[in-house]
């Protein structure tokens, strides 16, 4: 039961993959600190996109470095149940073209049972050099489950999952994407945790269908 909304997830990334499609694969470490102060809780963040990339016509394995991004988040507890949050993204582009981004946030979370749900809507507003901004709209589903007893708790291992929709405006062309993911992560006892995991991606708004599959692997530090 529980993990039927993981099964229907993997059997539509399924149906995509059959399609005459580009793959694309790398690896994304990330470290992520956070800090609360009552109801208001600081995130810093930085990942790296390194990419290891094949193409349908000439299958090769080569390395690119995509780019790396560093965020500031603060976000509000409204009650037990909705959070907001801003944000501010610097992203450092391979094309030392590097850009600007705002973000705002909004997420609900809900605890049937052993589960942990989470709906989040986001919008962010990039902004570049040299070309026009681009405006996105994302929506995300998430279930976190543990995998030893029914908490989570220190020292022991749990499992996230989500599906994101993004869509992007950037001007008058237009962008779809599906972001579908599951880790496997560690709590340590201070709290910090250890998830390593896929992150799955298809862009629908080019041709051929393009996939990017990131390998991730984030220490998520509690400085509490």
């Known amino acids: 039961m529980r993990l039927r909304f993981l099964f229907i997830l993997f059997f539509l990334s399924g149906i995509i993959m059959a399609q005459d499609s580009e793959s694309y694969l790398g690896v994304v470490p990330e470290i992520n600190l956070s800090y609360k102060l009552k109801t208001i809780k600081f995130n810093l963040k930085a990942e790296s996109f390194q990419l290891f990339h094949t193409n349908a016509d000439n299958p090769a394995w080569d390395y690119q470095y995509e780019q790396t991004d560093i965020q500031l988040f603060v976000s509000k507890k409204i009650n037990p149940f909705i959070f907001l949050a ?26 049937p049972g052993n589960l942990k749900w989470g709906h ?49 405006y950037q001007n008058k062309d237009q962008e779809y994407e599906n972001r579908l993911a599951l880790y496997i992560g560690y709590l340590f006892e201070n709290s910090s945790k250890l998830q390593l995991g896929i992150d799955y991606r298809t862009d629908f708004s080019s041709e051929p269908l393009v996939h990017n599959y990131w390998i991730r692997l984030g220490y998520l530090v509690n400085l509490q």
């Open 86 to 111: 801003l944000g501010y993204q610097y992203g450092i582009e391979a094309n030392d073209k590097n850009t600007h981004r705002s973000i705002q946030q909004f997420s609900y979370v809900f605890k």
């Open 120 to 168: 989040r809507v986001r919008t962010d507003q990039t902004f570049y050099q040299s070309k026009a901004a681009k405006f996105r709209f994302r929506y995300r589903l998430s279930l976190k489950i543990p995998l030893q007893g029914q908490s989570i708790d220190y020292n022991e291992f749990y499992m996230v999952t989500s599906d994101e929709f993004l869509y992007a």
